[in-house]
């Protein structure tokens, strides 16, 4: 049975009228329009997710209250019908420049895993079930956020990389080599891909497969960042093809959901699409 997770934060939020364009991005509402993130959350919730997550994947990790609030407002919108997953976006994310697409940082392990434990120290005080460490670019990275997470009492968690093709994460790692390093993880949730093209997610699956490692796929629409436009360019995909689907589940896929540009209507259709396989 496969787990629907939800879809892109900020295309539900943009559809309900929040603005996004800060450096905070989603977590922006955390501080300006709390009231419209919880309806986001929750339209995810009544469109078939049952895990969502957290609005902390670009908030500042020294936004402790933020940080905080990210947990509540989810817990509130989930309520009984979904889990809680604390978004750990890469330390690009934080940047707002778009470099978790390529991981090159001009800053020292040292500061990275210095932001990361204090983002990881807030979230797992708070009433979250599990990490989504997401959208990472490094397998460097990915490894120092586990040993974070190792100290923290190891919670479950899924850890998820972008990728440029089938083989290559944003920052240029194999992907293989990249999950090795994490595999070994206490309580790892799944591993896979996610805000790449569902083309490019179904190149990584059937990539990562072998691994025999339960999987996430969570594909955006198709479209591809241009950083310096801040928008998305090209046409989509539909991600709710049940031929698609069905490969990723017999690949090893337990949870599917979207990414940016899947709205909860987009999310409606795959979560029908993977109540059909079963």
């Known amino acids: 049975m496969i787990t629907v997770i939800d879809g892109g934060l900020s295309t539900a939020l943009a559809e309900l009228g929040a603005d996004t364009s800060s450096s905070w991005w989603t977590a922006d509402a955390l501080r300006t329009s709390p009231s419209l993130l919880e309806a986001a959350h929750r339209a995810f919730v009544v469109a078939g997710a049952r895990i969502v997550t957290t609005a902390s994947y670009q908030c500042p990790s020294h936004e402790h209250e933020a ?22 976006g890469p330390f690009g994310a934080w940047l707002a420049d778009g ?38 670019p490094r397998a460097d990275e990915a490894e120092m956020i586990a040993e974070i997470l190792v100290d923290h009492g190891a919670p479950p968690a899924w850890f998820s990389f972008g990728c440029r093709d ?22 790892l949730v799944a591993v896979g891909v996610n805000c790449a093209s569902p ?6 699956v059937a990539t990562l497969a072998p691994l025999g490692l339960p999987m996430i796929a969570y594909p955006n629409h198709g479209r591809v960042w241009d950083a310096s436009l ?49």
Request: proline share 2%; with cysteine.
């Open 166 to 187: 089938g083989s290559t994460t944003y920052g240029g790692d194999d992907v293989v080599s990249a999950v090795r390093r994490i595999a070994e993880y206490p309580q």
């Open 67 to 88: 940080l905080r609030a990210s947990t509540a407002i989810a817990r509130r919108a989930a309520g009984d019908d979904a889990r809680v997953a604390a978004s750990i």
């Open 230 to 278: 801040r928008s998305w360019t090209g046409e989509a995909s539909d991600l709710a093809d049940e031929s698609r689907l069905r490969r990723w589940q017999q690949a090893g896929v337990t949870m599917v959901g979207g990414c940016c540009g899947v709205g909860p209507t987009e999310l409606a259709h795959l979560a029908r699409s993977c109540a059909a396989l079963d």
């Open 99 to 136: 470099s978790e697409y390529h991981g090159e940082y001009d800053a020292p392990l040292d500061v990275m895993r210095s932001r990361h434990t204090e983002r990881i120290r807030v979230l797992a005080d708070t009433d979250v079930d599990l990490f989504a460490v997401e959208t990472q």
């Open 199 to 204: 083309d490019v997610v179904d190149s990584v």
